[in-house]
């Protein structure tokens, strides 16, 4: 036996997944896999069992592991708006719906180096982390003193960042968003923008406010699809100018949307993340009775029928790069009723790393929308190539990591809050009926998770992650 990090594993353990459909970069092909220790070492058809533990895959799809490309665990710690998932439950509750890496953003300080908020993110995920795990890092400051540590943070494995334009307390000049975009291409790295133009939402809260608009109801009245394109547009311009593509993270509109085609159009690459409820949910949930609608207040709000329907044109066009979650779950009692009496004191936020495979399985491939394919495209590959990590996660081949997910297609099952792993104290997909699950999560080569069940906790390891590999 030997010690892998924080968790004990078998010297050469070699286990055959047979007769599975293995979803891979060219497509769904039949054959079986092997893993020996915490590597993928074989795949084709009819491979020999001798001397393997043999896990029967008849009838499953067998995935690479999903990677989560935005979450938001233990953010706030300390406060009265802390989330309600750390470190623990949040990478639980990942593992168990087939994410077997995460990518958290870490934040400093105002006038902290970028070092102590990555010491502070290992100390609350090292050993506690049951899937793997990365860290983008956001900047807040920008000067000599946090220029000078880029390189430290590629020597640590941190690749990418992340800044706001908007909220005071964290959004920079576009001056000096500028000068990240140049300084973190020259490592090598990629910078993420929350894409809201900060002025227009301060004035569109106040304007709510001044109108006596104090309900959830305001909140997507606050921040108009505008705000996002007008935003969109302004970092596409910043990242046109600095010569080098950016990403841009939760988009939510139309109006974005046509903002990134016109920018291509011209021959601009850049990248797009958004996330399932900006295709599974609208805006009709800011109207439901009494204070239930501030479960699902967060930023960008969520967005018009017309919206969900064009992501989902754009997805299955291939135009929307890598999907995450943006989770960042707060209690509904307790927390979100923080702002009862006004909407722009609710936090913003919302769960979703537990069920995101599921959603996008039911909603996407079981609807005929998108492929088992683009799924896998979009939730392990391309998040793996552009954050540095493939082919060392992010694909069924040999030499990549045994990551993975032997999915059950004909699983049917419900969505609740009573039964989910995450520690919040509900999920907006109350009630979903789902298709589809994974049967059996595998973490370096072990089997973490079963039918929703996590049975190896804390095995998860840091990801020190390279250049991101650019494809668009």
């Not at 004909?410 to 049967?439: C, L, M």
Request: proline share 5%; net charge negative; aromatic share 8%.
């Amino acid at each position: 036996m030997r010690r892998n990090g924080g968790f004990i594993m078998s010297e050469r353990t070699s286990t055959l997944i047979r007769g599975g459909t293995l979803i891979l970069p060219q497509g769904p092909v039949a054959a079986d896999l092997r893993i020996d220790g915490d590597k993928i070492t074989a795949i084709g058809p009819n491979l020999p069992s001798e001397g393997c533990k043999v896990v029967e895959a008849a009838g499953k799809l067998v995935f690479p592991g999903f990677i989560d490309t935005h979450t938001h665990f233990e953010m706030n710690k300390g406060l009265p708006n802390e989330t309600a998932d750390d470190w623990v439950s949040g990478t639980r509750a990942a593992l168990a719906g087939g994410t077997t890496c995460v990518l958290d953003f870490a934040e400093s300080q105002r006038g902290c180096s970028l070092a102590s908020a990555l010491e502070t993110w290992h100390g609350r995920a090292d050993g506690r982390a049951s899937c793997h795990y990365g860290f983008h890092m956001t900047i807040k400051d920008w000067d000599p003193r946090i220029r000078a540590e880029l390189a430290d943070m590629t020597a640590a494995g941190v690749t990418s960042y992340k800044i706001y334009l908007a909220y005071d307390n964290l959004r920079i000049t576009d001056g000096q968003a500028l000068e990240v975009v140049e300084a973190v291409a020259r490592e090598g790295g990629i910078v993420g923008c929350h894409c809201e133009n900060g002025d227009m939402v301060t004035e569109g809260i106040r304007a709510q406010r001044a109108a006596g608009h104090l309900t959830p109801a305001a909140h997507p009245m606050s921040r108009p699809p505008v705000v996002e394109a007008e935003a969109v547009n302004r970092w596409l311009a910043l990242s046109e100018m600095a010569g080098y593509p950016v990403n841009v993270v939760h988009l939510s509109t139309l109006r974005g949307l046509e903002v990134i085609r016109a920018a291509r159009a011209r021959g601009q690459k850049c990248y797009v993340e958004s996330c399932p409820q900006y295709f599974l949910l609208n805006e009709d949930k800011y109207l439901l009775p009494g204070f239930e609608s501030a479960k699902f207040v967060l930023s960008p709000p969520l967005r018009k029928e017309e919206d969900c329907a064009a992501l989902w044109q754009a997805l299955a066009a291939g135009e929307i790069d890598t999907m995450g979650t943006d989770h960042c779950s707060f209690n509904f009692n307790g927390v979100k009723t923080l702002g009862r009496e006004d909407f722009s004191r609710i936090p913003n936020g919302m769960p979703g790393v537990e069920h995101r495979p599921a959603l996008m399985y039911t909603a996407g491939v079981a609807a005929g929308r998108i492929t088992a394919a683009d799924m896998a495209r979009m939730l392990a590959e391309q998040p793996a190539k552009l954050f540095g990590m493939y082919p060392q996660k992010g694909v069924l081949a040999v030499g990549s990591d045994a990551d993975l997910v032997i999915w059950n297609p004909e699983a049917r099952w419900t969505i609740t809050a009573a039964e989910q792993n995450q520690r919040v104290d509900y999920t907006p997909y109350e009630g979903f009926e789902a298709v589809g699950r994974p049967e059996t999560v595998f973490l370096s080569g072990q089997v973490a998770a079963e039918n929703g069940k996590v049975v190896l906790e804390k095995a998860g390891q840091f990801v020190h992650r390279g250049s991101a590999q650019l494809w668009r």
